[in-house]
Each structure stands twice: as C-alpha cells, then as structure tokens.
C-alpha cells in the first residue's frame, strides 16, 4: 500500500514520490553543478575567449559586455540533473566599483542566477549565487597589431577608393586588422591578419562590386607540425565606380 504521508517530515497533504511537496523540492534540486565559471577577455578589444577561440566583443563598455558574454555562454556551464525540464534562466552580474581594467587583472564577480523548471510537474523554482573569476589578457590579433604580421595579401586592381573604404569597415567590424596597405602602380595592396576572412571578403567584394576574383596560397611556415599558408586575394573591377 502506498504511504499516505511523507516520509521526511510526515505531512499527509501534497504528496509526490511518497514526499510533500516542500520536501520534494528540497531532495530534487534542478542544477547538479556548473562547470569552471572562468572568463577570459582581451583587455584592448573586449573579445573574449570561447573554447579556445577569440569571439568578438558585444560592447565596449566592459560591464555590459561582461552580462552579454555570460547570457551567451552560460547553459553551456550548467549541468542539469536527470528528470528536469528548464524553463527560464535569469542572470545577474555584481561587477565590484572601481576597477581599473587591463592587461594581467582578476576580478572577482558574482553571478546571482534565477532558475525555473519543473520535475515530476512539480515547479520548482531556485536562486543560486556562483563566483566568477574574470581574467584579461591580451588576445592573439591585439599581440600582432603594429607588427607586419600578415596572412594574406588582398590585391585590388585598379585602384579603388570605395572599394578601399569598404575593406577598411569591414576589418573593424570583424575583427580583422590591416598590417599595411601599398598603394601600387595598378591599384592596392592590402595585407590581413586573416587568411580565412580575407578569403571571405573576396567573396563580399565580387558581390558587392562585381569583377573577377582569383585566390591562390603558398607556404610560408609550419605551427605544431602543420603547414601554414599565406594566401593572395585578387579582385579585378572591370565597371566603373
């Protein structure tokens, strides 16, 4: 026969898995852990580190984009336990005053997170408060501006000065920096930080502008036993702009 009262606390109402409902709640908690709760962003262009690659910033200014990259990243740091459907996560970021960011500074912020889910369709709605360490360090673009670190080499013929300042918005846009620009006898010569983007400009620009597109790449290195290539990106604008 099944037990008409709970076996912790020994009410007879609300029952569920032989327990009240209080009592259920506190034996059935939604989250079993989080994950390392470690942050790390680059303390001159604010992108920050996400499995092991830099993402770009979602604001400049860094308490904002301290909550964005949180919200963004978060679920993947939670471990949920067996049973439970999550309905809504809210999350709350305590950034201490009066910091002074940048290279090689930790700060501590606590995260106060709402959750709401259910188990057994019992609600079931729980505040928990996590630290976070936040690290900033440098990232791997920011380290190479100012040198004449490059990837590829973006060739435009002839010279265009829209398609100039195109390249120029885009590069802030997304992340990717211009080592130098040559202005040639037949048009310019841009030098990228980014094989892969510079690639993908090509593209945009025989889109957006129309022309012949040729890509080639040559070895120039190796990094942990693997080849490295530069690559050329030639555009060639036959209308006029």
């Known amino acids: 026969m099944r037990n008409k009262f709970c076996v912790r606390c020994g009410t007879g109402k609300n ?7 209080t009592c259920f709640k506190k034996e059935n908690s939604l989250l079993k852990n989080f994950k390392n709760m470690d942050l790390v962003i680059c303390d001159v262009c604010k992108s920050y580190l996400h499995k092991n690659h830099w993402k770009k910033a979602f604001s400049n200014e860094i308490g904002r984009n301290i909550a964005r990259i949180i919200n963004k990243t ?5 471990v949920i336990n067996q049973g439970v459907d999550i309905e809504s ?3 709350k970021a305590g950034l201490p005053r009066d910091v002074k960011f940048g290279g090689g500074t930790i700060i501590n912020v606590e995260l106060r997170i709402k959750i709401f889910g259910e188990k057994k369709d019992v609600k079931i709605n729980e505040d928990h ?6 690290k900033f360090s440098t990232c791997n673009n920011c380290k190479k501006k100012g040198t004449q670190y490059f ?3 973006l060739q435009i013929r002839p010279a265009k000065e829209k398609i100039l300042n195109f390249i120029k918005t885009y590069c802030e846009e ?10 040639e006898k037949y048009g310019y010569d841009i030098y990228l930080n980014d094989q892969k983007e510079a690639r993908n400009l090509g593209n945009i620009l025989k889109r957006e502008f ?7 790449k ?3 290195g190796k990094r942990d036993g693997r080849d490295i290539y530069r690559a050329t990106v030639a555009i060639l604008i036959d209308n006029e702009l």
């Open 15 to 21: 029952l569920v898995s032989e327990l009240c409902i």
């Open 74 to 78: 978060l679920r993947e740091k939670i």
């Open 89 to 91: 996560i809210s999350i």
């Open 129 to 134: 408060v996590i630290p976070l360490k936040v």
């Open 151 to 153: 990837e590829a080499k």
């Open 174 to 183: 997304s992340g990717m920096f211009i080592s130098k620009i040559e202005e």
């Open 210 to 216: 129309g022309g012949e597109l040729k890509i080639s």
């Open 218 to 220: 040559k070895i120039f």
